[in-house]
């Protein structure tokens, strides 16, 4: 049984940083394109980022120069290190696994406030 497991999510100030981890079991993330979305309820899922097996990258235009994602196939782990942030990118991250979003992640919540 596929499990995506996200952590970092929190409390943070306008220009802070954060970094998310989504830690993979059941499969190997190295088989499997991954990905970062975001979502606050009664809004639409919207994509923040992708990385392919090959990490190819893809950027949501609202995150490109702030956002990155990564992958560490060793530890089974995609990060989204998330800088420069704004009170607009307070939501639920979720991890997904697969170009068809095969799997979900039980979400983080991100809030970004003064």
């Known amino acids: 049984q596929v499990q995506l497991v996200e952590s970092g999510g929190g409390l943070v100030q306008p220009g802070g940083s954060l970094r998310l981890s989504c830690a993979a079991s059941?499969?190997?993330?190295?088989?499997?394109?991954m990905g970062w979305y975001r979502q606050a309820p009664g809004k639409q899922r919207e994509l923040v980022a992708t990385i392919s097996t090959g990490g190819i990258t893809n950027y949501a235009d609202s995150v490109k120069g702030r956002f990155t994602i990564s992958r560490d196939n060793a530890k089974n782990t995609v990060y989204l290190q998330m800088n420069s942030l704004k009170p607009e990118d307070t939501d639920v991250y979720y991890c997904t696994m697969g170009r068809r979003l095969t799997y979900w992640g039980q979400g983080t919540q991100v809030t970004v406030a003064s």
């Open positions: 059941g499969s190997v993330i190295s088989i499997w394109d």
